[in-house]
């Protein structure tokens, strides 16, 4: 099976401790010229964007020529090389949410799209996303595209048998803490000896980590990752293995775990929906979604931005409010599982019919409320290359029985290092 959305977070973490975490970006654009070119360029990766909405901007757009080009490989990459050298800088690009805190010190790159108009349309969309994409002194380099609110999806049949409660509002009730949560992993167990409640330990610790209001590096640029609310999220994590409800996979056997019922739940974002019916086809029916142990999370979700090379940004900003308008994020969501930043969309068909896959549940009832209530959070350019000791440690626990405190140590040893050599104090 193909890498999927369900495993970005920890490969962008990787990545971004290989490559460095500074977009710094120079040079001219061979591209460019007045301010009022008639071509524009739009770059995004596959799934970014629903590429039939692409279509219709360039049908939809008379006055301008819009050239749409779907790049693969390294996203990030790609677009820091073709910005560095100055040529051929697309007038749109998209930015992966797992990298739009690296480009934010670079915002001179970037237009403020305040200036075109973005802070008159603001209140459309999410509040806490929209910061994603703002400066420290309030410039809008990245406008969302998407989000991803996080929910628990669960076997039904499983959890009938296991004598637990089915119905998601039920689930919702006595599932509500982390410690409800584990605790169904025993009943679990009981009816299936051969099953866990989890693939591993890092699902608890991404979903933890997305219910706080910190990361590992904070405004003033100062380490955090040793304070409680790391620790509180890492413990959350170890409860899971030391409990022996962890199946602990880390590998592309979970698609196997999935569709035999190895595994009665999945931790993840709206999207992972796609994923699981991509994994499990023949379980169609049998899951369903309720709310996510602990209080809501975000996982995922990127931007549009344009570069200061961009050859008429007031054209580029209407192509980016009418890509990203309710009605358009609403059939991207059908088209390429992206959930909308806008709540508008919510209540539009494409979101609030019921799902088959989930026995006819409307799992708009889950995410949409989850979505509106993600706590806000800063994101420092270096908290990716910082982060990942912790995932690398959780993962060592599981694979070479280390003990979870001497992990810790380790963990938090290391990304102090990666911390200064990033120039965090």
């Known amino acids: 099976m193909d890498l999927s959305r369900r495993r970005f977070v920890q490969t962008a973490l990787l990545a971004a401790a290989g490559a460095g975490v500074t977009a710094a970006c120079g040079g001219g654009s061979d591209s460019g010229g007045t301010k009022n070119g008639k071509n524009l360029t739009l770059w995004y990766w596959g799934g970014g964007l629903s590429d039939k909405v692409v279509a219709d901007a360039k049908k939809h757009f008379t006055d301008v020529t819009l050239k749409s080009s779907v790049i693969g490989g390294t996203f990030k990459q790609k677009l820091l090389t073709t910005m560095n050298g100055g040529s051929f800088v697309p007038d749109i690009t998209g930015i992966k949410g797992e990298d739009i805190a690296s480009f934010l010190p670079n915002a001179n790159r970037f237009i403020d799209l305040n200036t075109l108009g973005a802070d008159k349309i603001a209140s459309q969309y999410l509040e806490w996303k929209l910061k994603q994409g703002q400066t420290q002194d309030g410039k809008q380099i990245g406008f969302p595209i998407d989000i991803g609110p996080t929910a628990m999806f669960y076997r039904e049949d499983m959890f009938a048998k296991a004598g637990l409660p089915t119905d998601p509002a039920k689930v919702a009730e006595e599932i509500s803490t982390w410690e409800d949560y584990f605790a169904i992993g025993a009943e679990i167990q009981k009816a299936y000896p051969k099953s866990f409640l989890i693939n591993n330990m890092t699902a608890v610790f991404d979903m933890a980590m997305g219910?706080?209001?910190?990361?590992?590096?904070?405004?003033?640029?100062?380490?955090?990752?040793?304070?409680?609310?790391?620790?509180?999220?890492?413990?959350?994590?170890?409860?899971?293995?030391?409990?022996?409800?962890?199946?602990?996979?880390?590998?592309?056997?979970?698609?196997?775990?999935?569709a035999?019922?190895?595994?009665?739940?999945?931790?993840?974002?709206?999207?992972?929906?796609?994923?699981?019916?991509?994994?499990?086809?023949?379980?169609?029916?049998?899951?369903?979604?309720?709310?996510?142990?602990?209080?809501?999370?975000?996982?995922?979700?990127?931007?549009?931005?344009?570069?200061?090379?961009?050859?008429?940004?007031?054209?580029?900003?209407?192509v980016i409010k009418w890509l990203l308008s309710p009605e358009n994020e609403a059939r991207g969501f059908t088209d390429a599982a992206l959930f909308p930043a806008c709540p508008a969309a919510y209540k539009l068909p494409a979101l609030t019919g019921g799902d088959p896959f989930f026995g006819g549940q409307k799992t708009i009832e889950v995410f949409g409320p989850a979505a509106e209530k993600v706590p806000a959070f800063y994101e420092a350019p270096t908290n990716a290359a910082v982060a990942v000791p912790y995932y690398n440690e959780l993962t060592n626990i599981e694979s070479k029985g280390k003990k979870p405190d001497d992990a810790w140590k380790d963990a938090v040893s290391q990304a102090k290092q990666i911390a200064k050599q990033q120039g965090v104090s």
């Open 260 to 318: 035999d019922g190895t595994v009665a739940t999945q931790l993840g974002a709206a999207w992972m929906a796609l994923d699981i019916k991509d994994m499990a086809p023949k379980t169609s029916g049998k899951w369903r979604v309720a709310p996510l142990p602990g209080g809501p999370s975000n996982q995922g979700g990127s931007f549009l931005a344009l570069p200061k090379e961009c050859r008429n940004p007031e054209a580029a900003f209407k």
């Open 211 to 258: 219910q706080q209001g910190k990361r590992m590096v904070d405004e003033d640029n100062k380490f955090i990752g040793d304070q409680d609310h790391i620790r509180k999220a890492w413990d959350l994590a170890a409860r899971v293995y030391e409990l022996g409800v962890d199946a602990k996979i880390n590998d592309e056997s979970l698609k196997a775990a999935v």
